[in-house]
């Protein structure tokens, strides 16, 4: 079955630090590729895709993405965090000819002031 | 804003007690999802509908049964309420091939 893997469960880092969030999936065909983002107490909010291209997607708020085929990876990126980017991130996948979405276990983010 | 509507936003019930949480669209979507989040899990996949009276499993629809009999409705039963089903639950559609979610529908069982 196909399956999404987040392998940073927590991260902390202070303001203005880089980040990073690997996200891995386990399906060999062809696929779109999404992060999501979680505020506490809110719903998931799409931050970036990929469905094909460029494989450097920018999205929101400053995240990037970078879909590496060979490596079956979509890692999010952010050049320097704030404070307001605590929250929890989500990647997801969906094969191209199905409707099902799989999404990773997140990473749970916290930037310290 | 996806345009989706879940009701009800919270409810605690009891063990053993029939539970069904409303999800509610205005864009005429086809594809339509119900999700459950749990902390270390994610989001896990309940049940989907692909259109009026077609539906299928997701990866943890054991307890679950949904039904479809409007494009705008989507509802998701629980037959029988277990202390394991306490959860977050999110609807969600698709559109141009990229997943929305709804608001969230917090659910207890005691």
């Known amino acids: 079955a196909q399956s999404v893997s987040q392998h940073n469960h927590h991260v902390i880092l202070s303001e203005a630090a880089s980040l990073e969030l690997g996200c891995n999936y386990s399906?060999?065909?062809?696929?779109?590729l999404f992060w999501y983002v979680q505020y506490p107490g809110q719903h998931l909010q799409l931050l970036l895709k990929y469905f094909s291209g460029d494989p450097l997607v920018k999205g929101i708020k400053g995240f990037e993405a970078e879909f590496i085929k060979s490596k079956f990876s979509f890692n999010l990126r952010k050049p320097s965090v704030q404070w307001s980017d605590t929250a929890e991130y989500f990647c997801?996948?969906?094969?191209?000819?199905?409707?099902?979405?799989?999404f990773g276990t997140g990473t749970r983010l916290k930037v310290l002031a | 804003d996806a345009g989706i509507t879940q009701s009800p936003r919270h409810k605690v019930t009891e063990t053993g007690t029939p539970v069904t949480l409303r999800c509610h669209q205005t864009e005429n979507h086809r594809y339509m999802y119900w999700y459950r989040q749990d902390p270390g899990h994610g989001l896990r996949l309940i049940h989907y509908?692909?259109?009026?009276?077609?539906?299928d499993k997701g990866e943890v629809s054991d307890g679950y049964s949904v039904s479809r009999s409007k494009t705008e409705d989507f509802l998701l039963t629980l037959e029988s309420a277990t202390s394991s089903q306490t959860s977050v639950y999110f609807c969600?559609?698709?559109?141009?091939?990229?997943?929305?979610f709804g608001e969230g529908s917090w659910l207890t069982v005691v």
């Open positions: 399906y060999g065909g062809t696929v779109n």
């Open positions: 509908s692909y259109g009026v009276k077609d539906t």
């Open positions: 997801a996948v969906r094969e191209k000819g199905t409707y099902k979405y799989i």
């Open positions: 969600a559609i698709s559109e141009l091939d990229t997943i929305y």
